[in-house]
Every structure is written in C-alpha cells, then in structure tokens.
C-alpha cells in the first residue's frame, strides 16, 4: 500500500476537517499524517492529509468522487500520487555548491525527483552533470540575446515537461513573462538574508558591515525581483575573527541546505502560497519513508 496525498485550500468555514476525514474513510482510507492551518487575517483554510486506501481503489476514483465536496466547500485541491517523481530542470552558472548539493541529495534517494536537465549560461559543470548521466543544456545570455535565450528555455522546458524550476545559484533575471508563465513553480536561492547586502558579493558587505549573522533565503520567483514567497530561511552566528572569505565558504553551506529544505517542502506538497507569503507544512512520516535509502 502506498501513501496518497490530498492539498487544500478553502475559504475558512467550520466542518472542513469533518468533511474531508469522513469521505476518506468512506473511501476505504485511512488518515497517516495530517496538517491544516486556518487564516484568521485572510479567511483561508489549508490542509494537507497523507491517507492510504487500505481498499486498493484508484486514486483516480477518489479524486473524482470528491469533486463535488470541492465545489460545495468552494476548494481548490489536488491529489497527488506519492510515488510519481516530480520532474525537475535545475539552471546554474558559475557557482556550483549548490548544484552539487542538489545532484549528491538526489543520487542517494534525499530528493526523490525527476531530473529531467540541466541549463547553465556557463560550461564549468557539463562533465559534472553529464558523468550523472542528465542532459546538459548550455544556453548562452547576454544583453542582446536574452529573448531568443528565454525562448530556448520554455522550449526545454515544455519538451521535458518540467513541474519546477530550481535556480541553483543562477545569476540571470529571468523575465517578467516566465515568470507569471510558472507562478509557484520556479525556487531560487537568495545569497543574503538581509535585505541590505543585495547584489555583488554580499558576503564582503556583511563582513564589512561587521554583521553578526548571515544565511540564505529560497523563495519562490516573481516579476518582483528577490522578493517572491519564501520558503525557507537559515541563519548562522559568525564573529570578528572571521574574514570574508570564511563568511563565503559558511554562507555556501547554508545556501546549499536552505534551498535543499524548499525542495524538500515543495515536491512533498508542504507549500501553499498565500499571498505574499507561504503556509509551509513539516515534514511528515509518508515523506521520510518515501526518502529512505536502503
């Protein structure tokens, strides 16, 4: 028996809860881990319910049999088949931590996903990539071309069909149109966690600025530059007896497990966009044990 998962999110009434449990069980399901949040500020609901069907019916008959509780309660939902991967297209340019991270997280069964290419403006990591056996896509961007450049992306990605995009510390704008193109299905990792150090080596601004914390932000990416949804964030103590480049090399560290933990989040359904904000879930046992090697 494998376990399912239904999302949902709804405008706030009592008996939400009640209702979805008890078409469950009429199901033949049975309920293994359950998350929900209500709104008080915006009047919405969210769920998240991993169930497994203990009677073997199709996902496909339960889904269709709630169809009629999702327009009654006014719900957008989705049921998701836990063991279908998620296809994935990761974009890199010339600092691979994290790229190597997500690669190494994958190959040991930590991201259960579906690795459908990789895109760099770059070719310091084709070896890397094609010595894992996944397509590389070398896409060069400059000033003048980056239309035609954006063009050969949607391309890749319509042709992969690929659910989420992951900047793994790639350094181009993506455009206005891609973006509201995949709306809560592109995750970048911010080098920064304080606004104030955007930009060209903010590692060196924080150092010079004397901070004593830095970290990393994962967001998802909106027309708005560096300021979509997030996701994730960590932060880590330094002092006065570090330099910059100690700052870069612990910054890295960080960057590589925040945009690890998004990912995580995202492609287990623990993310609902709300807003300007997120609703993230915890992990729950049907993800660790779909993780598990060995």
Not at 74 to 101: P, Q, W, Y
Not at 161 to 186: F, H, K, N
Not at 272 to 277: Q, S
Request: net charge negative.
């Amino acid at each position: 028996m494998t376990t399912d998962i239904l999302t949902v999110s709804c405008p706030s009434k009592r008996g939400i809860v009640a209702t979805i449990s008890s078409y469950l069980a009429s199901q033949g399901c049975s309920i293994s881990d359950s998350s929900q949040f209500d709104d008080v500020e915006t009047g919405t609901f969210f769920m998240r319910v991993s169930f497994i069907s203990e009677e073997g019916k199709p996902l496909s008959e339960i889904a269709e049999g709630f169809t009629r509780i999702g327009a009654e309660w006014n719900m957008n939902f989705e049921f998701h088949d836990s063991t279908t991967r998620m296809k994935v297209i990761l974009m890199v340019s010339r600092f691979g931590h994290c790229l190597n991270d997500i690669l190494y997280r994958w190959k040991i069964g930590m991201l259960p996903i579906d690795i459908v290419g990789v895109v760099s403006n770059h070719f310091n990591y084709q070896h890397l990539v094609l010595s894992h056996n996944l397509p590389f896509h070398h896409i060069k961007v400059t000033k003048d071309n980056k239309a035609e450049a954006e063009a050969e992306l949607m391309a890749i990605i319509e042709r992969t069909q690929a659910e989420l995009i992951v900047l793994a510390r790639y350094m181009q704008v993506l455009s206005d149109e891609l973006c509201r193109r995949m709306p809560g299905r592109v995750i970048n990792i911010h080098h920064s966690f304080l606004p104030g150090f955007k930009g060209a080596k903010p590692y060196h601004q924080a150092h010079k600025r004397g901070v004593k914390l830095i970290g990393a932000t994962a967001h998802y990416v909106t027309a708005e530059l560096d300021e979509g949804p997030i996701i994730d964030q960590e932060t880590i103590a330094v002092t006065h007896a570090q330099s910059a480049d100690d700052y870069v090399s612990i910054g890295r560290d960080v960057e590589s497990r925040t945009l690890a933990r998004a990912i995580h989040a995202h492609i287990h359904h623990r993310v609902f966009v709300n807003g300007d904000r997120t609703i993230v879930f915890p992990a729950s046992p049907d993800s660790y044990a779909a993780d598990r090697v060995g």
